[in-house]
């Protein structure tokens, strides 16, 4: 029997692995399930967003229209940092520096979005022409009219998972 050339075993190995939804990597195989095709949005297969249980309509006189309640719910830098590190890997970012990201909740806390589910966060790159700057202003709006009454809970969740770039004129906030 003819022996297998090992560059020929790497490759089909490699082809093997890709095929599966793997990238090769230093040796290992990583998973690489998530794709840049929807951003500025995540992949909702990904993150579809996910709601904190205390936040409802009923509550958010005591949660999220309260000055400085986030700060209470927010999870650490170092829970964030090491799931965004995991999660560049998982979108296939070439870019992997962790500063050109900003591990993002999907629904944002200010509307009563899942502190410390990965469902929920994600990795927004700070680049390119719609960034999470951008979506800061939207989630800021969205609050505001939340707290006054203008649009209710549910709208303002269900605006951002759609797509929050199209938000605040589906809302008629613009």
């Known amino acids: 029997m003819p022996r297998i050339s090992r560059s020929l075993v790497t490759a089909l190995s490699s082809f093997a692995l890709a095929t599966a939804g793997l990238t090769v990597a230093a040796g290992t195989a990583h998973a690489q399930s998530c794709s840049q095709d929807y951003l500025p949005l995540p992949d909702s297969s990904c993150q579809p967003g996910d709601f904190n249980p205390d936040v409802t309509q009923s509550t958010i006189g005591s949660t999220i229209c309260v ?26 970012y070439t ?43 939207v989630e800021n709006k969205l609050k505001k009219a939340v707290c006054a009454g203008t649009v209710t809970l549910a709208d303002a969740q269900d605006a951002i998972v759609t797509d929050w770039t199209t ?8």
Do not use: C, M
């Open 67 to 92: 000055s400085g309640w986030t700060a209470t719910v927010r999870p650490s830098s170092s829970y964030t940092t090491a799931l965004k590190k995991k999660q560049i890997v998982e979108y296939g």
């Open 95 to 137: 870019d992997t520096s962790t500063s050109d990201y900003e591990e993002d909740h999907f629904v944002p806390l200010e509307l009563g979005g899942a502190p410390k589910s990965a469902l929920n966060l994600w990795p927004e790159p700070e680049y390119g022409t719609t960034t999470a700057a951008n979506k800061d202003t």
């Open 167 to 174: 938000a605040l004129t589906n809302l008629g906030l613009n």
